[in-house]
Nanobody, 127 residues
Framework: QVQLVESGGGLVQPGGSLKLSCEVS????????LGWFRQVPGKEREVLSC???????YYRDSVKGRFTISRDKGKNMVYLQMNSLEPVDTAVYYC?????????????????????WGQGTQVTVSS
């Protein structure tokens, strides 16, 4: 059974940075594409970034240049480094695994491409 546990969220001022972590179990990270999405209550999921099993990253335009996805296959961890945070980035952030037949390729499907995700971690950007 695949399990994902996100951490690293919190309150940060505009312009600040946070690094989110996601511990993955029940899955060999080297064989999986993974993604990060966020959600604000009452709004649809917004997929932000994904990374292929061969470590190719893709980013939504709104976070390109500010967010960086990475992974440590040895530790089964996935990360999302977020810089230059803005109040509009306030949301619950989730890491997720891809569901067949979807895969990480820079095309976003509104979160429907994901099979499993964790409980999320809250990011609040406010002065």
């Amino acid at each position: 059974q695949v399990q994902l546990v996100e951490s690293g969220g919190g309150l940060v001022q505009p312009g600040g940075s946070l690094k989110l972590s996601c511990e993955v179990s029940g899955l060999t990270l080297a064989n999986a594409d993974l993604g990060w999405f966020r959600q604000v209550p009452g709004k649809e999921r917004e997929v932000l970034s994904c990374i292929t099993k061969s470590d190719t990253p893709y980013y939504r335009d709104s976070v390109k240049g500010r967010f960086t996805i990475s992974r440590d296959k040895g530790k089964n961890m996935v990360y999302l480094q977020m810089n230059s945070l803005e109040p509009v980035d306030t949301a619950v952030y989730y890491c997720a695994t891809y569901d067949y037949p979807y895969h990480c390729n820079g095309v976003w499907y509104g979160g429907y491409e994901f099979a499993s995700w964790g409980q999320g971690t809250q990011v609040t950007v406010s002065s």
